[in-house]
């Protein structure tokens, strides 16, 4: 019995760190950090290659739980489930349930006796976001580290915007 985990990039490695420090036990099986890492996440590099790696999983005899974390981007919530439910569809030959539909706790759902596969679509299933914005809501707006990060993120944006509108004769896009 093999789980897996596939994500845009290597985010589930520091979410996955935070999970753990909040006391939450990693999957069955994946204690082990190195297994955690080299075993259980699948990092597909982008989100052009996710299905590729979802396809390879799909293939798998030895997987029976597949979770999948994307973010929704500008692309939108709907779009990224539609595409991870085709690809799941086309490749196992199969119809989604119509009473399966993604909610505020993700989609999840039995495909077969040995397969159940989750969908999370990052920030919050609803909102078209990224992983950063779910969890710049879990950590606490007093939180010094945090605050500390916002101000800097500022003025880097700051800098950016001046170095941009300088190198355009004071035009912007």
């Given at each position: 019995?093999?789980?897996?985990?596939?994500?845009?990039?290597?985010?589930?490695?520091?979410?996955?760190?935070?999970?753990?420090?909040?006391?939450?036990?990693?999957?069955?099986?994946?204690?082990?950090?190195?297994?955690?890492?080299?075993?259980?996440?699948?990092?597909?590099?982008?989100?052009?290659?996710?299905?590729?790696?979802?396809?390879e999983?799909?293939?798998?005899?030895?997987?029976?739980?597949?979770?999948?974390?994307?973010?929704?981007?500008?692309?939108?919530?709907?779009?990224?489930?539609?595409?991870?439910?085709?690809?799941?569809?086309?490749?196992?030959?199969?119809?989604?349930?119509?009473?399966?539909?993604?909610?505020?706790?993700?989609?999840?759902?039995?495909?077969?006796?040995?397969?159940?596969?989750?969908?999370?679509?990052?920030?919050?299933?609803?909102?078209?976001?990224?992983?950063?914005?779910?969890?710049?809501?879990?950590?606490p707006?007093?939180?010094?580290?945090?605050?500390?990060?916002?101000?800097?993120?500022?003025?880097?944006?700051?800098?950016?915007?001046?170095?941009?509108?300088?190198?355009?004769?004071?035009?912007?896009?």
């Open positions: 019995m093999a789980q897996r985990l596939i994500v845009e990039g290597n985010d589930a490695i520091a979410l996955s760190e935070l999970l753990i420090k909040r006391g939450i036990k990693p999957p069955k099986g994946y204690s082990n950090p190195q297994k955690y890492k080299s075993e259980f996440v699948k990092s597909a590099g982008s989100i052009t290659k996710i299905n590729a790696v979802l396809i999983e799909l293939q798998s005899t030895e997987v029976t739980n597949i979770g999948i974390i994307v973010d929704a981007n500008e692309v939108g919530v709907d779009a990224r489930i539609n595409s991870l439910k085709t690809t799941i569809e086309e490749n196992l030959n199969i119809s989604f349930p119509t009473d399966i539909a993604l909610t505020k706790n993700g989609l999840g759902c039995q495909i077969f006796d040995h397969l159940y596969i989750g969908i999370w679509v990052m920030p919050d299933n609803q909102n078209n976001d990224y992983l950063e914005h779910f969890l710049s809501n879990i950590i707006a007093n939180n010094p580290i945090w605050q500390f990060a916002t101000e800097k993120t500022e003025e880097l944006n700051n800098i950016h915007t001046s170095n941009h509108e300088s190198t355009n004769n004071g035009y912007t896009n």
